[in-house]
Nanobody, 122 residues
Framework: QVHLVESGGGLVQAGGSLRLSCVDS????????MAWFRRGPGKEREFVAT??????RYRDSVKDRFTISRGNAKNTIYLQMNSLKPEDTAVYYC?????????????????WGQGTQVTVSS
């Protein structure tokens, strides 16, 4: 069973940094594709970052500012967020799936964490 737990959110000023973590506390024996998504206030959920074919993929608005990485433990990922902007304010979610048909589309992920709030003040 996959049980994703995010942490690391908080309140930061514009230009600051945060590092989000996502771990699978369910102890699943399988390795899953994992990704970060976010939902800003009054907005639709949107893709943020993932790995695809060994390379990291990002939405355009976070390229060169965010970095996704894997942890040593199975099904563990991180999101280093630098140069944060007020428009990055959102609840950030970790998602996992055995093989998402479209990595940018949250509908293809079966497992989700509870989310962690990131608030960037101007």
């Amino acid at each position: 069973q996959v049980h994703l737990v995010e942490s690391g959110g908080g309140l930061v000023q514009a230009g600051g940094s945060l590092r989000l973590s996502c771990v699978d506390s369910g102890g699943s024996g399988r390795t899953y594709y994992m990704a970060w998504f976010r939902r800003g206030p009054g907005k639709e959920r949107e893709f943020v970052a993932t790995f695809k074919n060994g390379a990291s993929r990002y939405r355009d608005s976070v390229k060169d500012r965010f970095t996704i990485s894997r942890g040593n433990a199975k099904n563990t990922i991180y999101l280093q967020m630098n140069s944060l902007k007020p428009e990055d304010t959102a609840v950030y979610y970790c998602a996992a799936d055995e093989r998402p048909h479209e990595y940018w589309n949250g509908h293809y992920y079966d497992f989700w964490g509870q989310g962690t709030q990131v608030t960037v003040s101007s």
